[in-house]
């Protein structure tokens, strides 16, 4: 297994702000690269923002501004965003950067040389919204307007230079064949493959300068083209990493971290990362990435999110939810509510009984009952577990499992199923107190190390439960976890959270509930 682990988000267009689609990626990538970091594994983190194109000129048009004005106010939101929800990403690259420029004409003029591109003519239907040529015969079933957007489709016709596409196709259908991780959830893969196998022409990469304004990346070979916004985006998750060399100073920097591990991405866009993409790797002989992961799209309150119909989660009402549950319990939310590839409705009814049932009446009241106990009996110190029996291997056997299957659920962004396995782990412990009444055994003093068995066990469990908790709620967990022994543990997550690794002796405080109910 590679010891480095690079995740990225999607690049986010800046013709709109930011909002709970962008919040619920971004999220999920910062989830993976704080878990794989606890495991021991060299992590990077790639997030930014996508500048050109046509629809940011007329965003910014629009608005009396440039393009690069426009952009610049805009990622002042995400970057803010990001800082409110304790992003942790290593790179934040903007396509309007020169070191992405420089390389993006570099990669486009290897192709060239490779004879993968060719000048030719176009004429189509063009989706403005989604910066993509369409087909006569699907412009024609949604009625000549976009699939996503409902926008009408515009008619273009001019010069244009196209990649190869078409040359790669079999051999992309054969690896994701044969790569079954390469398209998840494989829904998604089924849906990719049945397109390839209708047949794909030859990919317009470039577009006319004075169309846009003169706005992009200027084609290297043809000063009068600028690159097609999406091999431009696209190119973003090697260039951020220093390739190709282009003679400045972090060339190749961070090459090691390719492939990439994972490419997050909501569902509209897996066309262009499961094709265009790996067919331009190919070409460009470099390695695919090993897993192009396509999340579906949130509603709000049973609808689809409209400014106009009061239900659009932007990022102040982001702002307003975290000031009320806090950022954890938000993060915590989105990737517990739904399975990680599914579409998802949000609710504030659902992140006040999910926060209620799971966070507070489950994990925080499990910490609150321990951490008391323990206080109360043992006067703050953690007691011995002696004659560990049949009793207490639910609880054990329910930590184990979350332990030995959490890389494993990480791995294929199982997101649901994790939180769902540590759960099982707080709700075992739970029943594990009533059924053994250790508030009944403390009137006896003769049950006294029957009293610290079961303390000791409860600790234990509540240990590994803040532990694999802390990639979704950092600031929750690692208060949860200052209460036995003050110091965060060292050492990777698999070794913090051996059955034990809490030791006899270590203090113990109890503190105010950790996650209160909300009334």
Same mark, same amino acid.
Request: overall charge negative; hydrophobic content about 40%; glycine content about 8%.
């Given at each position: 297994?590679?010891?480095?682990?690079?995740?990225?988000?999607?690049?986010?267009?800046?013709?709109?702000?930011?909002?709970?689609?962008?919040?619920?990626?971004?999220?999920?990538?910062?989830?993976?690269?704080?878990?794989?970091?606890?495991?021991?594994?060299?992590?990077?983190?790639?997030?930014?923002?996508?500048?050109?194109?046509?629809?940011?000129?007329?965003?910014?048009?629009?608005?009396?501004?440039?393009?690069?004005?426009?952009?610049?106010?805009?990622?002042?939101?995400?970057?803010?965003?990001?800082?409110?929800?304790?992003?942790?990403?290593?790179?934040?690259?903007?396509?309007?950067?020169?070191?992405?420029?420089?390389?993006?004409?570099?990669?486009?003029?290897?192709?060239?040389?490779?004879?993968?591109?060719?000048?030719?003519?176009?004429?189509?239907?063009?989706?403005?919204?989604?910066?993509?040529?369409?087909?006569?015969?699907?412009?024609?079933?949604?009625?000549?307007?976009?699939?996503?957007?409902?926008?009408?489709?515009?008619?273009?016709?001019?010069?244009?230079?196209?990649?190869?596409?078409?040359?790669?196709?079999?051999?992309?259908?054969?690896?994701?064949?044969?790569?079954?991780?390469?398209?998840?959830?494989?829904?998604?893969?089924?849906?990719?493959?049945?397109?390839?196998?209708?047949?794909?022409?030859?990919?317009?990469?470039?577009?006319?300068?004075?169309?846009?304004?003169?706005?992009?990346?200027?084609?290297?070979?043809?000063?009068?083209?600028?690159?097609?916004?999406?091999?431009?985006?696209?190119?973003?998750?090697?260039?951020?990493?220093?390739?190709?060399?282009?003679?400045?100073?972090?060339?190749?920097?961070?090459?090691?971290?390719?492939?990439?591990?994972?490419?997050?991405?909501?569902?509209?866009?897996?066309?262009?990362?499961?094709?265009?993409?790996?067919?331009?790797?190919?070409?460009?002989?470099?390695?695919?990435?090993?897993?192009?992961?396509?999340?579906?799209?949130?509603?709000?309150?049973?609808?689809?999110?409209?400014?106009?119909?009061?239900?659009?989660?932007? *990022? %102040?009402?982001?702002?307003?939810?975290? @000031?009320?549950?806090?950022?954890? /319990? !938000?993060?915590?939310? $989105? +990737?517990?509510?739904?399975?990680?590839?599914?579409?998802?409705?949000?609710?504030?009814?659902?992140?006040?009984?999910?926060?209620?049932?799971?966070?507070?009446?489950?994990?925080?009241?499990?910490?609150?009952?321990?951490?008391?106990?323990?206080?109360?009996?043992?006067?703050?110190?953690?007691?011995?577990?002696?004659?560990?029996?049949?009793?207490?291997?639910?609880?054990?056997?329910?930590?184990?499992?979350? *332990? %030995?299957?959490?890389?494993?659920?990480? @791995?294929?962004?199982?997101?649901? /199923? !994790?939180?769902?396995? $540590? +759960?099982?782990?707080?709700?075992?412990?739970?029943?594990?107190?009533?059924?053994?009444?250790?508030?009944?055994?403390?009137?006896?003093?003769?049950?006294?190390?029957?009293?610290?068995?079961?303390?000791?066990?409860?600790?234990?469990?509540?240990?590994?439960?803040?532990?694999?908790?802390?990639?979704?709620?950092?600031?929750?967990?690692?208060?949860?976890?200052?209460?036995?022994?003050?110091?965060?543990?060292?050492?990777?997550?698999?070794?913090?959270?051996?059955?034990?690794?809490?030791?006899?002796?270590?203090?113990?405080?109890?503190?105010?509930?950790?996650?209160?109910?909300?009334?």
């Amino acid at each position: 297994m590679s010891r480095t682990y690079y995740v990225t988000t999607p690049i986010y267009y800046v013709n709109d702000v930011p909002h709970i689609g962008h919040s619920y990626t971004t999220i999920a990538a910062d989830v993976l690269a704080r878990f794989f970091r606890q495991a021991g594994r060299d992590v990077r983190f790639l997030t930014g923002t996508d500048e050109h194109g046509i629809k940011i000129v007329k965003a910014s048009a629009e608005k009396g501004l440039t393009p690069q004005q426009l952009a610049d106010t805009v990622v002042v939101g995400f970057e803010q965003l990001w800082r409110d929800l304790d992003i942790t990403h290593d790179d934040f690259i903007r396509t309007s950067q020169p070191r992405h420029e420089a390389r993006v004409q570099a990669i486009v003029q290897a192709l060239v040389d490779r004879d993968e591109i060719y000048l030719g003519g176009y004429e189509g239907w063009y989706d403005e919204g989604q910066e993509e040529f369409v087909t006569e015969s699907a412009a024609r079933e949604n009625e000549y307007k976009s699939a996503i957007s409902g926008r009408p489709l515009v008619r273009y016709k001019e010069p244009s230079w196209f990649f190869r596409l078409g040359k790669w196709v079999p051999r992309l259908l054969e690896h994701i064949e044969t790569h079954p991780d390469f398209i998840l959830p494989a829904s998604r893969a089924n849906e990719v493959v049945s397109k390839l196998k209708m047949g794909v022409e030859d990919l317009s990469i470039s577009r006319l300068a004075d169309k846009v304004g003169g706005w992009g990346v200027r084609m290297p070979n043809d000063r009068d083209h600028t690159v097609y916004v999406w091999i431009d985006a696209l190119s973003n998750y090697l260039t951020a990493l220093g390739w190709p060399a282009v003679g400045a100073e972090d060339d190749e920097a961070h090459m090691r971290y390719w492939p990439a591990s994972v490419h997050l991405i909501g569902k509209d866009i897996l066309w262009f990362h499961a094709v265009y993409w790996p067919c331009m790797l190919m070409a460009l002989d470099m390695p695919l990435p090993q897993c192009v992961f396509a999340h579906g799209w949130w509603t709000s309150e049973g609808r689809k999110m409209s400014k106009s119909l009061g239900n659009f989660i932007s *990022r %102040e009402v982001i702002a307003e939810l975290c @000031a009320e549950y806090g950022r954890d /319990a !938000y993060r915590y939310f $989105l +990737l517990r509510e739904v399975p990680f590839g599914s579409d998802g409705d949000f609710s504030r009814a659902s992140l006040k009984g999910r926060y209620n049932s799971e966070l507070a009446n489950g994990i925080g009241n499990l910490l609150s009952r321990t951490t008391n106990m323990i206080d109360r009996y043992f006067d703050g110190v953690l007691p011995e577990a002696v004659g560990v029996g049949a009793v207490e291997r639910p609880v054990i056997d329910a930590a184990a499992a979350l *332990r %030995e299957g959490a890389e494993a659920m990480m @791995a294929r962004c199982d997101f649901h /199923a !994790y939180l769902g396995a $540590l +759960l099982a782990v707080a709700q075992a412990t739970n029943r594990y107190i009533e059924d053994t009444e250790p508030f009944k055994l403390a009137k006896d003093p003769d049950q006294r190390r029957r009293l610290g068995t079961i303390l000791n066990t409860c600790a234990q469990a509540v240990a590994v439960i803040l532990a694999h908790l802390e990639p979704f709620m950092p600031e929750v967990a690692a208060a949860g976890l200052s209460r036995f022994g003050g110091a965060p543990a060292a050492g990777t997550l698999a070794e913090r959270t051996a059955w034990g690794a809490l030791p006899a002796g270590t203090p113990v405080s109890k503190g105010e509930p950790l996650i209160p109910r909300k009334p």
